[in-house]
């Protein structure tokens, strides 16, 4: 099925180690997304790339570093990983002016 | 903050009945798009309405914005159990692609 693809589901990590957090989409869409969402603060942006070859900072960055592959893949890097890190990441696809289509989602608990 | 703000947080309603949810955001925008969340699962995009259109409508959906109080609103007619989830609201901050989303409304439709 069409869509946006994350892996893992699910990770648990100590404190200090590093994961790469992989998302594919079969769309073609040329931007691409990368969300934390924690209780009672919503979603924030952490990275994106608007087009292949390019990544820009969203709102809380710090930590994090990502790569995009080609315009199918978009990763995230955490290199050190912090209980502050523990959260629910999505990535997201779309076209310039049109909606997200998310992936399922990342559970990831840092301890 | 550049995220909007959804109002109320909570609202339980019985099946059958029209529930409204508001979104307030600060800057100007040139679209703002409406989620829901199922609990556990990714967004899902409803409805995107650009800073030009004051009313758009999908099935039983119907959103309003209205750019001069930087306000939107989302109501669901006739409600029904599976519309249960929590509903974010997302605006660009006037970057076209880069969206921010806020803490979203829980909607609990009693059967």
């Known amino acids: 099925n069409a869509g946006v693809t994350q892996t893992p589901k699910f990770q648990v990590l100590k404190t200090g180690q590093s994961m790469t957090l992989q998302c594919a989409q079969d769309?073609?869409?040329?931007?691409m997304y990368w969300y934390r969402q924690d209780p009672g603060m919503g979603l924030r942006l952490i990275y994106y790339?608007?087009?292949?070859?390019?990544?820009d900072k969203g709102e809380v960055p710090n930590g994090y570093n990502v790569s995009r592959l080609n315009k199918r893949e978009f990763s995230l890097r955490l290199e050190s990983a912090a209980p502050s890190q523990t959260s629910v990441y999505f990535c997201?696809?779309?076209?310039?002016?049109?909606?997200?289509?998310f992936g399922s989602g990342t559970r990831l608990t840092v301890v | 903050s550049q995220q909007g703000e959804e109002d109320p947080q909570a609202l339980s309603i019985q099946e059958g009945e029209n529930a409204t949810m508001n979104c307030s955001y600060k800057?100007?925008?040139?679209?703002l798009q409406w989620y829901r969340q199922n609990s556990g699962r990714g967004l899902v995009h409803l409805i995107l309405?650009?800073?030009?259109?004051r009313e758009k409508h999908s099935g039983r959906l119907r959103v309003t914005l209205d750019t001069s109080k930087k306000s939107s609103s989302l109501l669901i007619t006739a409600s029904r159990a599976a519309d249960t989830a929590s509903y974010f609201c997302?605006?660009?901050?006037?970057?076209?692609?880069?969206?921010?989303f806020g803490t979203g409304t829980s909607l609990t439709v009693i059967p």
């Open positions: 309405i650009r800073s030009n259109e």
């Open positions: 997302a605006t660009d901050a006037g970057t076209g692609n880069q969206f921010y």
């Open positions: 769309m073609n869409h040329n931007s």
């Open positions: 800057t100007s925008i040139n679209n």
């Open positions: 790339s608007a087009s292949e070859g390019t990544t």
């Open positions: 997201a696809s779309s076209d310039i002016g049109e909606g997200y289509t």
